[in-house]
């Protein structure tokens, strides 16, 4: 009966539209008072305790980092590299946008981010050339999941938090499989492009001006390695290097490509603020939540059930993989991780996969929640951008999804690609 109340609270009232964060809380306080097993207060101590983490203050560092990376030219410079990269076969425009996501997706740590920084520019720049409108933001709406996965990511964060595992390792880990799920959606892309005929740029492959191009991106190119270097040689944290992301993206866009002016700082750090609270406090009502489950013995019921459908490793990570999908749906990818690692974490090291592994299954598949409606964010930052109707946009995204679902299911039971540079 506990179990129903709160899951029974928690859909109300996200059918309620009351956002997601807010209904998280509320839900936990019903659940509370109905229980009395609990102090009041317990929600309150959830939400304080939760982000008085040191891992954390690496989330609005890495917010802060993307806002002013979105706004400094570093975005225009990662397609100059791209297009010279790729611009010139069938669909190079759209392919290019792909490998432009991916390449910010290693500085911004965020998916809505990814695509309001790329598809401002892109999408126009697509149609102009005679895209699909929609199609273009389907592009743009698809890659952008990316952010998550490609390191820096805020969702591990908030995994590795929640799991106890090292940031830097899932950070590492997460770097073939988003190239993998990059060179999954351009592959698709190709294939729309031949089919429609949408051609490429025309103009011939020159090493000089791709060497020119990544010359004046050298420092947005250099961002993803002075994180992950710093990181993994021992220099400085995953929190300290979101630090040392926003310094290297105020010096770059205000004193080397000079497109960011003092004057805009003001507004980059109300947006970011903004954004941070948001996120924050649906990660203190999402642990509440959580440590409520846990109180409960709720994910002991729930592992018990996975494992009484059947003890194969392939059908058990089957069910998780569906249940990923279906949850990312409805609910936000921070607040869905914080509630179902707890659950989910001990039945997949119990079958023996490894913590990183299953947290970068795990983000994976709740990315595909940034696709699909009716939450699928990028989907109405996209939306926004392009001005599309928002069900013709869902229909163009369904073929992205099932590309994005199948490179889920490779990463799933090939856990080399998670693994293999960690090792």
Same mark, same amino acid.
């Given at each position: 009966?506990?179990?129903?109340?709160?899951?029974?609270?928690?859909?109300?009232?996200?059918?309620?539209?009351?956002?997601?964060?807010?209904?998280?809380?509320?839900?936990?306080?019903?659940?509370?008072?109905?229980?009395?097993?609990?102090?009041?207060?317990?929600?309150?101590?959830?939400?304080?305790?939760?982000?008085?983490?040191?891992?954390?203050?690496?989330?609005?560092?890495?917010?802060?980092?993307?806002?002013?990376?979105?706004?400094?030219?570093?975005?225009?410079?990662?397609?100059?590299?791209?297009?010279?990269?790729?611009?010139?076969?069938?669909?190079?425009?759209?392919?290019?946008?792909?490998?432009?996501?991916?390449?910010?997706?290693?500085?911004?740590?965020?998916?809505?981010?990814?695509?309001?920084?790329?598809?401002?520019?892109?999408?126009?720049?697509?149609?102009?050339?005679?895209?699909?409108?929609?199609?273009?933001?389907?592009?743009?709406?698809?890659?952008?999941?990316?952010?998550?996965?490609?390191?820096?990511?805020?969702?591990?964060?908030?995994?590795?938090?929640?799991?106890?595992?090292?940031?830097?390792?899932?950070?590492?880990?997460?770097?073939?499989?988003?190239?993998?799920?990059?060179?999954?959606?351009?592959?698709?892309?190709?294939?729309?492009?031949?089919?429609?005929?949408?051609?490429?740029?025309?103009?011939?492959?020159?090493?000089?001006?791709?060497?020119?191009?990544?010359?004046?991106?050298?420092?947005?190119?250099?961002?993803?390695?002075?994180?992950?270097?710093?990181?993994?040689?021992?220099?400085?944290?995953?929190?300290?290097?979101?630090?040392?992301?926003?310094?290297?993206?105020?010096?770059?866009?205000?004193?080397?490509?000079?497109?960011?002016?003092?004057?805009?700082?003001?507004?980059?750090?109300?947006?970011?603020?903004?954004?941070?609270?948001?996120?924050?406090?649906?990660?203190?009502?999402?642990?509440?939540?959580?440590?409520?489950?846990?109180?409960?013995?709720?994910?002991?019921?729930?592992?018990?059930?996975?494992?009484?459908?059947?003890?194969?490793?392939?059908?058990?990570?089957?069910?998780?993989?569906?249940?990923?999908?279906?949850?990312?749906?409805?609910?936000?990818?921070?607040?869905?991780?914080?509630?179902?690692?707890? &659950?989910?974490?001990?039945?997949?090291? /119990? $079958?023996?996969?490894?913590? +990183?592994? !299953?947290? =970068?299954? *795990?983000?994976?598949? @709740?990315?595909?929640?940034?696709?699909?409606?009716?939450?699928?964010?990028?989907?109405?930052?996209?939306?926004? &951008?392009?001005?599309?109707?928002?069900? /013709? $946009?869902?229909?163009?995204? +369904?073929? !992205?999804? =099932?590309? *994005?679902?199948?490179? @889920?299911?490779?990463?799933?039971?090939?856990?080399?690609?998670?693994?293999?540079?960690?090792?």
């Amino acid at each position: 009966m506990t179990t129903a109340v709160l899951f029974g609270s928690f859909a109300l009232f996200l059918l309620l539209s009351v956002p997601v964060g807010i209904a998280l809380g509320i839900a936990t306080l019903v659940t509370i008072i109905y229980t009395g097993s609990l102090p009041i207060e317990f929600l309150a101590q959830g939400l304080v305790t939760s982000v008085d983490s040191f891992p954390i203050m690496a989330v609005p560092f890495f917010i802060l980092a993307g806002e002013i990376m979105g706004k400094g030219g570093i975005s225009e410079r990662l397609f100059n590299v791209a297009n010279r990269m790729v611009g010139n076969i069938t669909g190079g425009f759209a392919i290019a946008t792909v490998v432009t996501c991916m390449f910010f997706a290693a500085i911004s740590g965020s998916a809505p981010a990814t695509v309001a920084a790329i598809g401002g520019i892109m999408i126009p720049a697509m149609v102009k050339l005679g895209y699909d409108r929609t199609f273009s933001a389907a592009v743009v709406a698809a890659a952008g999941s990316l952010g998550v996965i490609i390191p820096p990511s805020i969702p591990m964060v908030i995994y590795g938090t929640s799991s106890a595992s090292s940031i830097g390792d899932l950070f590492i880990g997460g770097i073939i499989p988003g190239i993998v799920i990059g060179l999954a959606l351009s592959a698709y892309v190709y294939y729309y492009a031949r089919k429609k005929g949408y051609k490429g740029s025309g103009e011939k492959f020159s090493f000089a001006k791709l060497f020119k191009a990544i010359w004046d991106a050298k420092w947005a190119l250099a961002i993803p390695l002075i994180i992950l270097g710093g990181i993994y040689g021992g220099i400085f944290t995953p929190t300290e290097a979101a630090a040392v992301a926003v310094v290297v993206g105020l010096v770059a866009g205000i004193f080397i490509y000079r497109e960011l002016k003092w004057k805009d700082i003001p507004r980059i750090i109300i947006d970011s603020s903004l954004t941070t609270a948001t996120v924050l406090i649906i990660v203190g009502t999402a642990t509440a939540f959580g440590r409520l489950l846990t109180v409960e013995q709720i994910p002991n019921q729930i592992a018990e059930w996975m494992l009484s459908v059947s003890e194969s490793p392939i059908i058990v990570m089957l069910l998780i993989i569906v249940l990923l999908l279906i949850v990312g749906c409805f609910m936000d990818t921070l607040a869905a991780i914080i509630i179902l690692t707890p &659950i989910l974490l001990p039945i997949v090291t /119990g $079958l023996g996969y490894d913590p +990183i592994h !299953f947290g =970068i299954i *795990m983000v994976v598949g @709740l990315a595909v929640g940034f696709i699909t409606p009716p939450v699928g964010v990028n989907l109405f930052v996209a939306q926004g &951008i392009s001005g599309v109707s928002f069900g /013709g $946009l869902v229909r163009a995204v +369904i073929p !992205f999804i =099932i590309v *994005m679902t199948i490179t @889920l299911l490779i990463i799933t039971y090939v856990p080399q690609l998670s693994l293999l540079l960690i090792r």
